[in-house]
């Protein structure tokens, strides 16, 4: 099965970390992308831009209303994902639990519905 590995994580938390925290962080997710990938894990994945970066659309009576920025104010932000395959959820959760922002974030663990 496949899984959706939504990668939160707050600025304000992350501005916490010391450099040398922040400098380990880059290696540690290039760490975990090499071995989840070698064990055929990884499908795929991304670091997303900053939530500034974003663009809402809502389409309403036929009309799209186009935002700049992210569609709501929160706490942690979408920062990146990870799709992974594995046997169950579990596994899903065991790999999850490797990626870096875990420790000062949120990881979403999601199931895609098969096509």
């Not at 400098?23 to 991304?46: C, D, M, V, W």
């Given at each position: 099965?496949?899984?959706?590995?939504?990668?939160?994580?707050?600025?304000?938390?992350?501005?916490?970390?010391?450099?040398?925290?922040?400098?380990?962080?880059?290696?540690?997710?290039?760490?975990?992308?090499?071995?989840?990938?070698?064990?055929?894990?990884?499908?795929?994945?991304?670091?997303?831009?900053?939530?500034s970066s974003a663009t809402t659309l809502r389409v309403r009576n036929d009309e799209s209303v186009v935002t700049d920025g992210p569609f709501a104010e929160t706490k942690e932000q979408l920062v990146g994902y990870f799709v992974i395959?594995?046997?169950?959820?579990?596994?899903?959760?065991?790999?999850?639990?490797?990626?870096?922002?875990?420790?000062?974030?949120?990881?979403?663990?999601?199931?895609?519905?098969?096509?």
């Amino acid at each position: 099965m496949q899984y959706m590995l939504l990668i939160y994580q707050s600025d304000a938390e992350f501005a916490k970390l010391s450099d040398a925290e922040k400098a380990a962080i880059s290696p540690e997710y290039g760490k975990f992308a090499r071995t989840t990938s070698q064990s055929g894990h990884l499908k795929g994945g991304n670091e997303l831009k900053g939530p500034s970066s974003a663009t809402t659309l809502r389409v309403r009576n036929d009309e799209s209303v186009v935002t700049d920025g992210p569609f709501a104010e929160t706490k942690e932000q979408l920062v990146g994902y990870f799709v992974i395959e594995t046997k169950d959820l579990d596994e899903a959760l065991s790999i999850a639990a490797r990626i870096p922002s875990a420790r000062f974030g949120a990881i979403e663990v999601r199931p895609i519905v098969p096509r």
